[in-house]
């Protein structure tokens, strides 16, 4: 069961606090910038990619000097200092980040020399625990289902507006990938536009549906589950599994056996199994070298366009930067060049070191 | 004048050197490895992204143990630690790769259960000079006009194979970027499909030339010379610019004004301005901050598929990963994930520090 309590703090953004027990409607959002938010990104055409590209530039108007230990993430303890949370009794928390690169209140855009717009859309930051210490995958399981639940609701709220077309949540975590912040967070970017990457992703899976009436996810992990030799979790209604076309060498792909194209579909068996999958991967990634593991988590969906994308396969994508426990694999001349991946490890090599680590969730 | 002499290594590798005078044809092509080559990279299909991903998984076969000042890309000293090179009077080297990603040696693929097959193609690293301590931009304009030819003469090579589709030349420079090798040197990627990102870029060009009957970098590169606010370098043949649509703070763009569809077709005084154009935006970069400035150069041109492609336009990009001095830009979850880029400098802001960094070309 998920309760939802919707809050607006003093400058303007929206806070939703989520929780697996009825919330306090007594519950304040605090903020820690006095001045109201006046984000105005826009777009610019890029005529040689055929793409859009995002351009915020933000005063930075923090009118405090937080003490060194001040995380903005962590529920407001001293009322002198207020981060972006509320103390009280929540799991989960979703408000709207105060630089955005995509805003409903976007505007207007720059005449240039290409087509330029107001970039719409919502940028979101959610924070999945109130506890700083913690990490998605030492969370209870409850707690990811709710999180699921929780993209779910953003997916819907977000996908209700006539200004977005995309949903995706993701996760950046660690110093390797240029967080700083460590309480346990990731974003939504919610665009205005279908972005390159699932617009990519969108035509070949329509072709794939169109030619074989099955969808190109599901028919790849029946021949996954099959071979076996690059799964990592095979359950009653979730996998999880190395791909065996992956482009980074600890790449892992988390998903539902049967497509459900957003997480607004999901049944009730989908998500507690899909939970047990995704907390199943954190585990061992955690476990492999006994320090953070450090990744960008992206979660593909259908877009949000009123149509029901039967081709779509609701799924996460795990981009790890370490090619080993010392090295990082950068992304150079062919992967950003030409788009290109080029791996010196095998799938089926990196697959076997994570299916030695053993995880067990209570 | 550009003079050529073609060497094979003991393992099997081509070496080709270049040299504004003649080359005495006793040279021979020394080897840091004993063995022959045996690659056989494969590539495996990406059912989701349609794309190919491709695979080496090289024994590290090195029989010698070099001393800890080795430099694998300076010429030979003591023949007891042969190096890649020979000594003697040559500007610019290309040899293969010892461990490529791809290779025309490539003979067959693991059955995978996705479409897999030889990764056939070439990858060659091009050693800019015999200093080590010299950079691109540090080289006399002599000899960055003979690599632009030493790049026409590779495309022509390897474009005349039947293996070979896109000839792609770049250079990963910096620590940052992950290259800790610092003797000046870019590497070919030589591809037996049309990568993504060439492939994108020819269909928003084709569309473009049949609409307008000219080409889309040849009309955006009028539009920049008209309002001027980014432009570098403006010559007469070539142009450099931060680009209205940058994705990355510093990315700068050098072309030709007229579109020359691959560096086979350049004429003599395109190739001069060109160089000049290129010198400049180098010396820019390493004047800036006054400290060696890292970056991905992309050079992309048409693909040597037989056609006259006259909708391409040859032209540099440069990626670099600093969005101040302090600070990298990391590619996260828009970037990487979705292929939306999100910048928080304006291009007009990044092209004024550069613009005031004055350098001069004797």
């Avoid at 939703?16 to 409607?25: G, I």
């Avoid at 289902?145 to 709220?157: F, K, N």
């Avoid at 099959?226 to 190395?242: K, Q, S, T, W």
């Avoid at 290109?340 to 969730?361: C, G, H, N, S, Y």
């Amino acid at each position: 069961m998920m309760h939802t309590l919707q809050l607006t703090k003093s400058d303007g953004r929206a806070l939703t606090l989520y929780s697996q027990r009825p919330l306090d409607a007594g519950l304040v959002a605090p903020s820690p910038f006095a001045n109201p938010l006046h984000a105005n990104p826009h777009l610019r055409w890029h005529p040689l990619r055929g793409e859009w590209v995002a351009y915020a530039a933000h005063r930075q108007d923090r009118t405090f000097q937080p003490p060194p230990e001040y995380n903005p993430l962590a529920p407001t303890r001293d009322p002198a200092f207020p981060t972006e949370l509320p103390a009280g009794d929540w799991d989960v928390a979703v408000f709207d980040n105060r630089f955005p690169t995509l805003s409903a209140a976007a505007h207007d855009a720059p005449a240039t020399i290409v087509p330029s717009m107001a970039a719409r859309g919502q940028c979101e930051v959610v924070v999945f625990t109130q506890d700083a210490n913690a990490s998605l995958g030492a969370l209870p399981l409850a707690q990811i289902e709710l999180l699921l639940q929780v993209w779910g609701h953003r997916t819907e709220q977000l996908g209700a507006r006539d200004d977005i077309v995309y949903v995706l949540p993701f996760e950046n975590r660690g110093a390797e990938v240029g967080v700083t912040l460590s309480h346990p967070h990731g974003q939504i970017y919610a665009y205005p536009e279908l972005p390159p990457v699932p617009a990519r992703m969108q035509q070949q899976a329509l072709q794939h549906f169109s030619q074989h009436g099955v969808g190109v996810l599901q028919a790849l992990i029946e021949r996954e589950q099959a071979e076996g030799a690059r799964m990592l979790y095979d359950g009653p209604e979730a996998v999880a599994f190395v791909p065996v076309c992956a482009r980074y060498p600890y790449e892992v792909w988390v998903a539902t056996r049967q497509a459900v194209p957003r997480f607004t579909g999901l049944s009730d068996a989908q998500r507690l199994d899909l939970a047990r999958a995704l907390k199943t991967v954190l585990m061992k990634y955690e476990a492999l070298w006994q320090r953070p593991f450090p990744y960008l988590m992206a979660w593909y969906q259908a877009p949000t366009d009123g149509l029901a994308h039967p081709e779509w396969h609701l799924h996460a994508q795990f981009y790890p930067p370490y090619r080993t426990r010392e090295r990082l694999k950068y992304l150079a001349g062919t992967e950003l060049g030409a788009g290109w991946f080029a791996m010196d490890a095998l799938p089926e090599d990196k697959a076997r070191e994570l299916q030695a680590v053993q995880v067990e969730i209570e």
